[in-house]
Nanobody, 120 residues
């Protein structure tokens, strides 16, 4: 079982920046999507940003122009980053990393979640 280990959350003032990272515990193959989701209490988890087939990126309208998703691949150990700029209080949430793919059977791995709080 591959584990995704997240880091980089915390408290930041409005207008500030944070960088989230998510590393796989071992090599991983045949990835289809890598993404970051976020969730606030009482609401559904929403997709914030994703990389599809290692090439194209997609962003929620609410974060376009402010967030950037990227990934590093070192011998198929993957680290997915989310650079968050111009943060707003409404960006406050628990952020989750996700990797989906197929290796015979489909797989769908999630990180443990990291809290991002934007407040003065």
């Amino acid at each position: 079982q591959v584990h995704l280990v997240e880091s980089g959350g915390g408290l930041v003032q409005p207008g500030g920046s944070l960088r989230l990272s998510c590393a796989t515990s071992e090599s991983i193959f045949n990835i289809y999507t890598m993404g970051w989701y976020r969730q606030v209490p009482g609401k559904q988890r929403e997709l914030v940003a994703s990389i599809i087939s290692g090439e194209s990126t997609s962003y929620a309208d609410s974060v376009k122009g402010r967030f950037t998703i990227s990934a590093d691949n070192v011998m198929n150990v993957i680290t997915v980053h989310l650079e968050m700029n111009s943060l707003k209080p409404e960006d406050t949430a628990v952020y989750y990393c996700n990797i989906k793919g197929t290796l015979g059977l489909p797989y769908d791995y999630w990180g443990q979640g990291t809290q991002v709080t934007v407040s003065s």
